[in-house]
């Protein structure tokens, strides 16, 4: 199991969480199995971005973001140059330390431009 620090987030994760997940889950699927309750209106197929997280360590072990993602993050409210998508970022053995942006852009939701 590897651990993933969660910073504190005001509405998902007042208290900030430490987590273990399985090396292969998505740093999504580890939130939503802890139930810090991270958004993903398309249902985790990366194409939103309301699932976006900033890894503050531990970012140089994921695998490379794809063009998609990429593409996708491009639209992410507080991009920042270690942001991913959650259900794209494959926890590996490498603690994490994951910070939910205070805010995020729902693309389903608010339909898009």
């Excluded at 399985?22 to 991270?38: F, K, M, N």
């Excluded at 490379?64 to 996708?72: C, G, K, R, T």
């Excluded at 992410?76 to 910070?99: D, F, H, M």
Aim: charge should be negative; glycine fraction near 4%; charged fraction near 25%.
């Amino acid at each position: 199991m590897t651990q993933i620090i969660v910073l504190p987030h005001e509405e998902l994760c007042p208290e900030g969480a430490v987590i273990e997940a399985e090396p292969g889950t998505s740093v999504c699927d580890a939130l939503l199995q802890h139930d810090i309750e991270i958004e993903h209106a398309c249902e985790k197929s990366c194409a939103c971005t309301t699932c976006h997280v900033v890894i503050r360590e531990g970012f140089n072990s994921l695998e490379p973001a794809e063009d998609l993602e990429e593409d996708m993050l491009d639209k992410a409210w507080g991009l920042e140059p270690n942001s991913r998508l959650s259900c794209q970022a494959i926890v590996k053995a490498t603690p994490l330390v994951v910070e939910i942006p205070k805010y995020t852009i729902n693309m389903a939701k608010e339909g898009k431009h």
